[in-house]
């Protein structure tokens, strides 16, 4: 048996008292429950509040899944997804954190970033794998507190994350604004346009927008805005052209500005700027001499007219000083008291043209309004334009419009009252016209034409008319012989030289008061009338001689003589007939007009005819009034010797007697002979080859005569012939001065023809030679009153022997 | 009693005044104060045992409470990050019809770490009183808890080599979730837990038993 150990006292080995008996392993625990404590209380203590965001819908939003961001921070996480009481809206329960809570004030914004697919790229890409997430934004400062939200559905354009300016567009009456869309400078984008929403009186729609920091200090007050969405396509000599900004702005729309004018200040935050329609209008829009911004006021037209549209014109007193920026239909029922459809017009008015006194504004144009409105000023449409119809608006003065009051000043847009437009009704006037027209008895007209050309048809079928243009034919044919004939030509010239010789007389005449010397003279021709009157008691026996003379001239051959006659007549129609003759009209027609250039010449160089002029009027002053003097002095001695001359008158008719006895006792029939002879002479002359030669070398005289007159016109000679007829001028001038005088020397002489008349009525009527004297003096007496008509002709339009009309 | 009495007595060696050297186990009569051969202090019963093996205890169970609500694995892929606690990503294996592996899982990562607080709650109460099962099934239950404990960090391996093997980057990748680190501390602490439990105090109850009658 085993020896059974001796019992052993045992001590406990280290029986130590109160914290000896505790191990020091009991510090871990306590140390790991201290710590776990705290990490519960601090993560209590972390925890911030829990904000609910109300959403249209919860696409995306997960539970404890779906952060909030800030500036991309996650500051929160979605707790909760709900639904609000009536299913209307998604309720996020976000438990932020405590840092950013006291920030997330009641103007705080959230909004949920989905991933977008747009024309200008992809954004929020980064939410296709991780999903969605809220971003919030507030500001920095802490602010009411809240914690119930209501989520908007897209982010917002201003952002804490993106500082920028502020600034609001608006659009032109057919601009865009395409929300979102870019704003360019230079081609960079720098901001980006917000919501547009329409203004409240609906006239125009208005966006806010943003330039991103640092480019806001790019607008300034003349900072200009246009409208760069789609593309300009221009066809130019250049070349076709397709113009537009980036592709993004074809597809949604783009704003693009520019500072056209250096030197202004970096404008204040809400400025409001006009999105103009293109690069150029709004170029033009700067350079509109100080132009500031533009009163807008509305006028309501009751007339209901077409016409007036966007840009016409808003004149007074026929200066445009604005425009028409929208036209649209307003009815209110409350104003007008019935619901027709009015005209309101919204008029942009410019008040740098309104001539104010003050600094042009808007404030100072709205005063001027309403100043010259309690004057009775009115708005009124008037017609722009007949053709199109177009219509402006026009401010104009009425007197009897009574002072409206009701120009209220204080809203918006203030209403300008206005009165009946006076618009010219093109389209009723045209009516007027053609009901007018159509009024017209025209069948009646009709009838009375139709009846008139019937009658004319047999008027003209008749025969006798038929034959008129072939007599019509011939006179001319022989008016153009007559013309033709070189007698006709020569009268001119031999006018001229007789008119120049009693210019010259008459001129004397004037001078000297020959008149008196010619009364004396014709005195003494009446002396001599008065001895003619007593020699022609002598005639008797002369007359006798005479008969006797005639007596033998009847038996002579006369026959024979006019039968040569008629044959040079005929030869000389022959003559005529030939086509050299014929061609010579044509020459001599040439010829004049050569003559009448010449002449046209000459009158232009007119002014050598004054010198002409004078220096002939020297010469009569100085030498042909001398002579005429002398010529008068002789021509009285002349008439004295006539008179003396007529007291010899019956021995004169004694003489006649002798002489008639002796030509009784003549061989007249061998004169005769001798005259038929010379006849036969001419009709072999006429027809000779030479004679006949003769018109074509009258031609070519013409033609040379032509030439001539061309070298004179070409050459000096003009002058030369200006000078001529300068003095025929004067020479003319002088004529008309003596015929002044040519009345009294006409009675004088129609006296001393009376005289002779009566003498020579003493003679025996029944007489052959009595007759014949009567007739001579008879045809002196008619060639006196044409000379006394000439005279007059001439008296009266001396510059007719000139221009030989 | 009956069963104490059924199992027949074993002398201790407290019994025979004797203390073994628990390093080098050479026995040296009790009151010796250190082991003459290798230099350990020397002490027939750990009095402070049942503290460290309590103090040790509480530790990983407040380890295991957050290993088991915070995520396990983060398994980010392309489009979405999934995040499952030991518990919900069995569950969700379970629903993908990998019952075995979700087993596995389970029975890895829930029951031994629980059943271990059990067995070391129990032994650590069964030498203050008298209970049921022999002395002989409690050694035996001490020494599969102390076996089995280091097992349970398989859990943490496997997170370990999926987090180092799956990463690729933007794709797919597994991050040890915040569980991960307080599992295994759960698991350390169990060990060090089992590990104070002095197993000779076992038998002290039967000698005191024995004492007794």
């Given at each position: 048996?085993?020896?059974?150990?001796?019992?052993?006292?045992i001590?406990?080995?280290?029986?130590?008292?109160?914290?000896?008996?505790?191990?020091?392993?009991?510090?871990?625990?306590?140390a790991?429950l201290?710590?776990?404590?705290?990490?519960?209380?601090?993560?209590?203590?972390?925890r911030?509040?829990?904000?609910?965001?109300?959403?249209?819908?919860?696409?995306?939003?997960?539970?404890d899944?779906t952060?909030?961001?800030y500036?991309d921070i996650?500051?929160?996480?979605?707790?909760?997804?709900?639904?609000?009481?009536?299913?209307?809206?998604?309720?996020a329960?976000?438990?932020?954190?405590?840092?950013?809570?006291?920030y997330?004030?009641?103007?705080?914004?959230?909004?949920?970033?989905?991933?977008?697919?747009s024309?200008?790229?992809?954004?929020?890409?980064?939410?296709?794998?991780?999903?969605?997430?809220?971003?919030?934004?507030?500001?920095?400062?802490?602010?009411?507190?809240?914690?119930?939200?209501?989520?908007?559905?897209?982010?917002?354009?201003?952002?804490p994350?993106r500082p920028?300016?502020?600034?609001?567009?608006r659009?032109?009456?057919?601009?865009?604004?395409t929300?979102?869309?870019?704003?360019?400078?230079?081609g960079?984008?720098?901001?980006?346009?917000g919501k547009?929403?329409?203004?409240?009186?609906?006239?125009?729609?208005i966006?806010?927008?943003?330039?991103?920091?640092?480019?806001?200090?790019?607008?300034?007050?003349?900072?200009?805005f246009?409208?760069?969405?789609?593309?300009?396509?221009?066809?130019?000599?250049?070349?076709?052209?397709i113009?537009?900004?980036?592709?993004?702005?074809?597809?949604?729309?783009?704003?693009s500005?520019?500072?056209?004018?250096?030197g202004g200040?970096?404008?204040?935050?809400?400025?409001?700027?006009?999105?103009?329609?293109?690069?150029?209008?709004a170029?033009?829009s700067?350079?509109n001499a100080?132009?500031?911004?533009?009163?807008?006021?509305?006028?309501?037209?009751?007339?209901?007219?077409?016409?007036?549209?966007?840009?016409?014109?808003?004149?007074?007193?026929?200066?445009?000083?604005?425009?028409?920026?929208?036209v649209?239909?307003?009815?209110?029922?409350a104003q007008?008291?019935?619901?027709?459809?009015?005209?309101?017009?919204?008029l942009?008015?410019?008040?740098?043209?309104?001539?104010?006194?003050?600094?042009?504004?808007?404030?100072?144009?709205l005063?001027?309004?309403?100043?010259r409105?309690?004057?009775?000023?009115r708005?009124?449409?008037?017609?722009?334009?007949?053709?199109?119809?177009?219509?402006?608006?026009?401010?104009?003065?009425?007197?009897?419009a009574p002072?409206?009051?009701?120009?209220?000043?204080?809203?918006?847009?203030?209403?300008?009252?206005?009165?009946k437009?006076?618009?010219?009704?093109?389209?009723?006037?045209?009516e007027g016209?053609?009901?007018?027209i159509?009024?017209?008895?025209?069948?009646?007209?009709?009838?009375?034409?139709?009846?008139?050309?019937?009658?004319?048809?047999?008027?003209?079928?008749?025969?006798?008319?038929?034959?008129?243009?072939?007599?019509?034919?011939g006179?001319?044919?022989?008016?153009?012989?007559?013309?033709?004939?070189?007698?006709?030509?020569?009268?001119?010239?031999?006018?001229?030289?007789?008119?120049?010789?009693i210019?010259?007389?008459?001129?004397?005449?004037?001078?000297?008061?020959?008149?008196?010397?010619?009364?004396?003279?014709?005195?003494?021709?009446?002396?001599?009338a008065?001895?003619?009157?007593?020699?022609?008691?002598?005639?008797?026996?002369?007359?006798?001689?005479?008969?006797a003379?005639?007596?033998?001239?009847t038996?002579?051959?006369?026959?024979d003589?006019?039968?040569?006659?008629?044959?040079?007549?005929?030869?000389?129609?022959k003559?005529?007939?030939?086509?050299?003759?014929?061609a010579?009209?044509a020459?001599l027609?040439?010829?004049?007009?050569?003559?009448?250039?010449?002449?046209?010449?000459?009158?232009?160089?007119?002014?050598?005819?004054?010198?002409?002029?004078?220096?002939?009027?020297?010469i009569?002053?100085?030498?042909?009034?001398?002579?005429?003097?002398?010529?008068?002095?002789e021509?009285?001695i002349?008439a004295?010797?006539v008179?003396?001359?007529?007291?010899?008158?019956?021995?004169?008719?004694?003489?006649?007697?002798?002489?008639a006895?002796?030509?009784?006792?003549?061989?007249?029939?061998a004169?005769?002979?001798?005259?038929?002879?010379?006849?036969?002479?001419?009709?072999?002359?006429?027809?000779?080859?030479?004679?006949?030669?003769?018109?074509?070398?009258?031609?070519?005289?013409?033609?040379e005569?032509?030439a001539i007159?061309?070298?004179?016109?070409?050459?000096?000679?003009?002058?030369?012939?200006?000078?001529?007829?300068?003095?025929?001028s004067?020479?003319?001038?002088a004529?008309?001065?003596?015929?002044?005088?040519?009345?009294?020397?006409?009675n004088?002489?129609?006296?001393?023809?009376?005289?002779?008349?009566?003498?020579?009525?003493g003679?025996?009527?029944?007489?052959?030679?009595?007759?014949?004297v009567?007739?001579?003096?008879?045809d002196?007496q008619?060639a006196?009153?044409?000379?006394?008509?000439?005279?007059?002709?001439?008296?009266?339009?001396?510059?007719?022997?000139?221009?030989?009309? | 009693m009956?069963?104490?009495?059924?199992?027949?007595?074993?002398?201790?060696?407290?019994?025979?005044?004797?203390?073994?050297?628990?390093?080098c186990?050479?026995?040296?009569?009790?009151?010796?104060?250190?082991?003459?051969?290798?230099?350990?202090?020397?002490?027939?019963?750990?009095?402070?045992s049942?503290?460290?093996?309590?103090?040790?205890?509480?530790?990983?169970?407040?380890?295991?409470?957050?290993?088991n609500?915070?995520?396990?694995?983060?398994?980010?892929?392309?489009?979405?990050?999934?995040?499952d606690?030991?518990?919900?990503?069995?569950?969700?294996?379970?629903?993908?019809?990998?019952?075995?592996?979700?087993?596995?899982i389970?029975?890895?990562?829930?029951?031994?770490?629980?059943?271990?607080?059990?067995?070391?709650?129990?032994?650590?109460?069964?030498?203050?009183r008298?209970?049921s099962?022999?002395?002989?099934?409690?050694q035996m239950?001490y020494?599969v808890?102390?076996?089995?404990?280091?097992?349970s960090?398989?859990?943490i391996?496997?997170?370990?080599i999926?987090?180092?093997l799956?990463?690729?980057?933007t794709?797919?990748?597994?991050?040890?979730?915040?569980?991960?680190?307080?599992?295994?501390?759960?698991?350390?602490?169990?060990?060090?837990?089992?590990?104070?439990?002095?197993?000779?105090m076992?038998?002290?109850?039967?000698?005191?038993?024995?004492?007794?009658?």
């Amino acid at each position: 048996m085993a020896k059974t150990p001796t019992e052993v006292k045992i001590e406990p080995a280290s029986a130590g008292r109160g914290l000896g008996r505790i191990s020091f392993v009991w510090l871990i625990p306590l140390a790991a429950l201290a710590i776990a404590l705290g990490v519960a209380w601090q993560s209590y203590n972390d925890r911030g509040p829990v904000i609910t965001i109300e959403f249209e819908n919860g696409a995306g939003i997960k539970k404890d899944e779906t952060a909030l961001k800030y500036r991309d921070i996650t500051v929160g996480v979605v707790e909760d997804v709900s639904f609000s009481e009536g299913l209307d809206t998604v309720i996020a329960e976000v438990r932020i954190d405590k840092k950013v809570a006291p920030y997330v004030d009641r103007s705080s914004t959230f909004w949920v970033v989905r991933p977008e697919l747009s024309a200008r790229g992809v954004s929020g890409l980064d939410t296709v794998l991780s999903g969605v997430f809220i971003e919030g934004a507030w500001d920095n400062k802490i602010g009411e507190a809240t914690t119930e939200f209501r989520g908007l559905e897209d982010a917002p354009l201003f952002r804490p994350s993106r500082p920028g300016l502020e600034i609001a567009l608006r659009a032109t009456a057919n601009g865009q604004l395409t929300e979102n869309a870019p704003i360019f400078f230079r081609g960079i984008e720098v901001g980006r346009v917000g919501k547009a929403r329409i203004s409240p009186r609906t006239n125009f729609a208005i966006a806010e927008a943003i330039i991103y920091e640092p480019h806001g200090r790019l607008i300034t007050p003349t900072t200009r805005f246009w409208d760069t969405s789609g593309f300009s396509v221009s066809i130019g000599a250049s070349g076709a052209e397709i113009d537009f900004t980036s592709l993004a702005t074809l597809i949604s729309g783009g704003i693009s500005f520019d500072t056209f004018v250096s030197g202004g200040e970096r404008v204040a935050d809400g400025e409001l700027f006009v999105i103009n329609v293109d690069e150029e209008s709004a170029r033009n829009s700067v350079f509109n001499a100080s132009e500031v911004e533009t009163l807008l006021v509305n006028a309501i037209f009751d007339d209901n007219v077409s016409g007036l549209s966007v840009g016409a014109a808003v004149e007074l007193s026929g200066l445009k000083i604005g425009e028409v920026q929208s036209v649209s239909g307003i009815i209110d029922r409350a104003q007008f008291g019935d619901g027709r459809v009015r005209l309101i017009a919204t008029l942009a008015i410019q008040p740098s043209r309104l001539g104010l006194e003050t600094e042009p504004s808007p404030s100072a144009a709205l005063n001027f309004l309403a100043g010259r409105i309690r004057e009775g000023f009115r708005a009124r449409l008037a017609s722009a334009s007949l053709l199109t119809g177009g219509l402006k608006v026009e401010f104009l003065q009425t007197d009897v419009a009574p002072p409206d009051s009701i120009f209220d000043m204080t809203v918006d847009i203030p209403q300008l009252p206005t009165t009946k437009g006076q618009i010219t009704d093109t389209t009723g006037t045209v009516e007027g016209v053609i009901t007018r027209i159509n009024n017209l008895p025209i069948e009646e007209l009709m009838t009375s034409a139709i009846d008139l050309m019937s009658s004319a048809t047999a008027f003209v079928s008749n025969e006798d008319l038929q034959g008129a243009p072939g007599e019509v034919v011939g006179l001319l044919s022989d008016v153009r012989g007559l013309v033709g004939s070189d007698e006709v030509k020569n009268v001119p010239v031999l006018l001229n030289a007789t008119l120049e010789r009693i210019e010259g007389l008459v001129a004397q005449l004037e001078q000297e008061q020959l008149v008196m010397r010619l009364g004396k003279a014709v005195d003494a021709a009446a002396n001599a009338a008065d001895g003619v009157d007593t020699a022609i008691i002598g005639l008797p026996a002369l007359l006798s001689s005479v008969t006797a003379l005639a007596d033998k001239a009847t038996a002579l051959p006369a026959e024979d003589m006019l039968a040569e006659i008629t044959r040079v007549a005929a030869s000389a129609d022959k003559l005529l007939k030939s086509e050299s003759t014929q061609a010579l009209p044509a020459d001599l027609s040439k010829a004049l007009g050569e003559v009448e250039a010449t002449l046209l010449a000459l009158r232009e160089n007119g002014g050598v005819l004054d010198n002409a002029n004078k220096l002939l009027t020297s010469i009569d002053e100085e030498q042909l009034v001398q002579r005429l003097r002398d010529v008068v002095d002789e021509a009285a001695i002349a008439a004295r010797g006539v008179n003396s001359a007529v007291e010899g008158v019956p021995e004169l008719l004694a003489s006649f007697q002798a002489v008639a006895d002796k030509a009784e006792a003549l061989p007249v029939d061998a004169l005769v002979q001798e005259l038929t002879e010379l006849a036969a002479t001419a009709d072999t002359v006429i027809g000779t080859d030479a004679f006949k030669a003769l018109p074509a070398d009258l031609s070519k005289a013409l033609i040379e005569v032509e030439a001539i007159l061309k070298a004179i016109r070409e050459g000096g000679v003009i002058e030369n012939a200006n000078r001529t007829l300068a003095s025929a001028s004067s020479a003319a001038d002088a004529v008309a001065l003596a015929a002044d005088d040519l009345p009294a020397l006409m009675n004088r002489m129609s006296a001393v023809l009376n005289q002779a008349s009566r003498t020579i009525q003493g003679f025996d009527k029944g007489d052959q030679l009595t007759r014949d004297v009567e007739n001579a003096l008879r045809d002196i007496q008619r060639a006196a009153k044409a000379l006394a008509s000439l005279a007059n002709t001439i008296e009266r339009n001396p510059s007719s022997l000139i221009r030989g009309r | 009693m009956s069963v104490a009495q059924d199992i027949p007595h074993v002398t201790t060696a407290r019994e025979m005044g004797v203390v073994g050297c628990l390093r080098c186990t050479q026995v040296w009569p009790v009151g010796t104060e250190t082991c003459g051969r290798c230099g350990k202090a020397l002490v027939s019963r750990d009095r402070k045992s049942l503290q460290r093996v309590w103090a040790w205890w509480i530790v990983g169970f407040l380890c295991y409470i957050p290993a088991n609500m915070y995520p396990m694995l983060q398994t980010r892929t392309l489009f979405q990050v999934q995040q499952d606690t030991i518990v919900g990503g069995a569950i969700e294996l379970m629903t993908h019809d990998a019952v075995g592996i979700a087993l596995i899982i389970l029975f890895a990562s829930v029951v031994i770490p629980l059943g271990k607080f059990f067995a070391v709650a129990y032994l650590a109460i069964s030498v203050k009183r008298r209970n049921s099962a022999s002395f002989q099934q409690r050694q035996m239950l001490y020494e599969v808890v102390e076996y089995i404990g280091r097992w349970s960090m398989i859990d943490i391996f496997v997170v370990a080599i999926m987090s180092s093997l799956v990463q690729l980057n933007t794709l797919a990748s597994i991050n040890p979730g915040p569980a991960s680190l307080f599992f295994a501390l759960s698991v350390i602490f169990t060990m060090l837990s089992a590990q104070s439990f002095d197993s000779r105090m076992i038998w002290d109850v039967q000698s005191d038993a024995a004492g007794e009658d």
